[in-house]
């Protein structure tokens, strides 16, 4: 029995280690912002911007249900983002000025978010500052 315990242990090490280092050689690093060109910079937020229009259109296809669904759980998340935002400003992290201003974008971006049916993704296009403070 000791045996049989060593042995399953040997493999079960062996498999882990041997997925650590499989997983170890498929990671990228991210390429620093400030090494990039301004070519590199176009082509990434090309796409993202193709990323993100791809999820787009399969959020479209989702039944109003699905995509209920979706937006209970983003609720959710801003909850307990609100939450956080409360406890930072209990520990004197953020001031109450600087809390309500992010709540307010927050609940903004939620029901735009909602009414034009927009996919909330983890890959969104980025958007210049300057240009989405002019609007």
């Known amino acids: 029995m000791k045996k049989i315990h060593m042995a399953l242990s040997a493999t079960l090490l062996a498999t882990t280690l041997g997925l650590t280092a499989y997983a170890k050689d498929e990671v990228q690093q991210a390429p620093n912002p400030s090494q990039l060109t301004e070519e590199q910079k176009e082509e990434i937020k090309n796409q993202f911007e ?11 296809q989702l039944t109003d249900d699905q995509k209920e669904e ?16 409360d406890k930072y400003v209990e520990l004197g992290l953020m001031s109450q000025d600087e809390v309500d201003e992010i709540q307010k974008h927050m609940a903004q971006m939620s029901k735009k978010i909602r009414e034009e049916q927009q996919f909330i993704g983890f890959k969104a296009p980025c958007t210049d500052k300057k240009t989405e403070k002019e609007n």
């Open 50 to 60: 193709a990323d993100y229009k791809e999820m787009q259109e399969k959020f479209n």
């Open 70 to 85: 979706i937006y209970e759980l983003y609720d959710k998340v801003n909850v307990a983002k609100v939450k956080l935002l």
